[in-house]
């Protein structure tokens, strides 16, 4: 099996990754880490929770320690973007430009003389209009759930952080899913790239048990509620809408539960606040509508609960994705109301599977 040391790493690199906790690269990062420290472009598919974030990390904090060339990494949403720069710091203990929306920008001025940049579309598009940053100047630029990217409407943004990081010698793509659409944006700005995809079907993920609970209206928030009264260990629970969010919320919380929620209308520093406590523990129930099914990493989420159930099956296997990881088990239950059961038959035929029904 191979090792971190096998990769000829600085000592100082080395002994990030090991007082970060980590003992042997995950498949990803074996495949991909070489790659990278060889200097070549790469297209990764690889499941959520299989270690994509330091695959690329590690590569890049092996650079600074020879080099001053700045690295940018461009991330779909804040949270993204704010965990990727905690991963950073967490394997080099190095200081990490940030640059995301929802937050003053003036503040971020002063960091983007770092080594690494990470950011979101938006934000880092306002600070080349604005003469801060200078995307001709990185070695290397990663585009993080480049699939996620797309899907929200980035396409054009990525484009201009391509085509503006033209002297970039390295370009990174990862993806839980490659799709027609990804494929053809890699080939259209690099010349010659590595493709590495992971896992013959990336859905079927073995450490997480599918469950399925049939509900009427009237039921599902007494159902929910005996079914997280009977589950030890934090719980994600997804909603389709704002205001079902804040709802649910409040409704967990006069049961019992020590219960946060998160949304896209709290301000960006509330939603750091409560993902925070969960993280701690210091709340053990988190409600969040889909802008935390990708991307948040939070580890020992032993059960996600679909209160709505997604229309889009690939919906699903993001909200499921935050349990399972890193090889530990997981479940997912879905509370199914009648006219939902034709997208469970949907989300089964993407993963190859049978979601048992359960009972009351």
Known sequence: MQQFEDFGLDKSVLRGIFRAGYVRPTQVQSRVIPLLLKGKSVLVQSKTGTGKTAAFAIPILEWISENSFPHLVLAPTRELAEQVSQEFERLGQVKVATIIGGVPITPQFSTLK?????????RTLDHVRRGKLKLESFKTVIIDEVDRLLDMGFVE????????????????????????????????????FET???????????????????VQHNTKDKLLVNLLKSKNGKALVFTSTKRGCERLGRKLGSEGFRVGWINGDLPQTKREWVLSLFKREKINVLVATDVASRGLDIDSIKLVVNYDVPREPLTYVHRSGRTGRMGKSGMVVSLVLPHERHSISKIENIL?????????
Request: no cysteine; charged share 25%; glycine share 6%.
């Open 157 to 192: 943004d990525v484009e201009k952080v391509i085509k503006g990081a033209k002297n970039a010698s390295v370009l990174g793509f990862f993806s839980a899913t490659v799709t027609k659409e990804v494929e053809a944006l890699v080939k259209s700005y690099v010349k010659s």
């Open 352 to 360: 190859k599977r049978k979601i048992q029904q359960i009972k009351p």
């Open 196 to 214: 590495i995809k992971l896992e013959k079907d990336e859905y079927n993920v073995d450490t997480i048990a599918h469950y399925s609970l049939n």
């Open 114 to 122: 770092n080594h690494i940049v990470v950011g979101t579309p938006g």
